[in-house]
């Protein structure tokens, strides 16, 4: 089944310790990108990539950081988790740049 | 920066109805719209799509029109199911094809 996996779904975390997001695609997809949705605010980019060890800032890349050495995977990393990323990411991949994003299940994350 | 809105936050329409959801949009040089749902605890689901050359897309039970004279895009549900209960979202490409902008959503309820 073609679809864009993340993990964990849900993750309770402390201030300042080191967390990743994995988001992973089995659609061969070049373009991949990361979304917070936070309520009243909609959905708002964090990063993306157009292809492998492509990447650049969104609109909110502050505190967080993504790699993409292979097609598949665009981890999310946040190196010093504070609690205003306390939010629902959303990864989401598209054959190429500009066409419509899949998107996957979602992680909730909080940040206390 | 970009704006998309949306009318109406939240909707609610008898079963067997048709919904009608709309969007304006500000970026008159965007060319490529996307009607998203979401359902509660997943992500964005791609509905239907349409670019700047149509004004109008059908597909199963659903309509998109676009009036790029008004910058103004609706979403079209023909007999509305529960099934349907979700969160949607238009989004927008705007003139930056790495991104898309996204409406914060409006919440259809459907009752039976």
């Known amino acids: 089944e073609a679809q864009v996996t993340q993990n964990p779904r849900y993750l309770i975390t402390v201030t300042g310790k080191k967390l990743t997001v994995t988001c992973s695609q089995n659609m061969n997809h070049e373009y991949m990108s990361w979304y917070r949705q936070d309520p009243g605010l909609g959905l708002r980019q964090i990063y993306y990539?157009?292809?492998?060890?492509?990447?650049d800032k969104g609109d909110v890349p502050e505190g967080y950081k993504v790699s993409r050495k292979e097609k598949r995977n665009f981890p999310l990393i946040l190196e010093s988790p504070s609690p205003n990323q306390t939010s629902l990411y959303f990864c989401?991949?598209?054959?190429?740049?500009?066409?419509?994003?899949?998107f996957g299940s979602g992680t909730q994350l909080s940040v206390l | 920066g970009e704006s998309v809105g949306l009318h109406l936050p939240t909707l609610s329409v008898q079963e067997g109805d048709n919904s009608i959801i709309n969007c304006a949009y500000s970026n008159s040089a965007s060319d490529y719209f996307i009607w998203y749902k979401q359902e509660s605890g997943k992500g964005p689901q791609f509905i239907i799509d349409i670019r700047s050359n149509m004004d109008k897309r059908q597909g199963q039970r659903v309509t998109v029109l676009l009036n790029k004279t008004v910058k103004h895009l609706s979403l079209q549900i023909a007999a509305t199911q529960p099934g349907d209960s979700a969160v949607y979202f238009c989004a927008e490409n705007g003139n930056n094809f790495n991104k898309f902008y996204f409406g914060s959503g409006t919440k259809l309820n459907v009752k039976p």
């Open positions: 990539s157009m292809n492998v060890e492509v990447t």
């Open positions: 989401a991949s598209s054959l190429v740049r500009g066409e419509k994003l899949f």
